[in-house]
């Protein structure tokens, strides 16, 4: 099983779909004022980390990061045991990557 219990390959079209309605051309949603409790020390590290001008731009960049990279998990699981065509060649460049696949 993986995250969220899906199987190996198996994606979550439901996330796919409201990632395209947030950050699709369509995209309407206007911002909402919101109050947490943050370590301050967390948001400084993120704001430097992301290049963000403000604490509220760090913490959008910060959540765009985790959709994206939970996006990029799916993606990447649905191609479990399909072909790789390095295209761009550069498996090449990888230390060890050609005795891998």
Do not use: C, F, W
Request: aromatic share 4%.
């Amino acid at each position: 099983m993986a995250r969220g219990g899906k199987k190996a390959g198996e994606a979550d079209a439901s996330l796919v779909k409201e990632a395209t309605a947030l950050y699709g051309a369509n995209a309407t949603e206007s911002p909402r004022r919101k109050n947490y409790l943050l370590l301050q020390s967390k948001i400084d590290l993120a704001k430097k980390v992301l290049g963000a001008a403000t604490e509220t731009e760090a913490l959008d960049r910060a959540l765009d990061s985790v959709i994206y990279g939970e996006l990029l998990a799916q993606g990447t699981l649905a191609m479990h045991g399909e072909e790789y065509h390095d295209v761009l060649e550069l498996m090449a460049e990888i230390p060890g990557a050609s005795e891998r696949g």
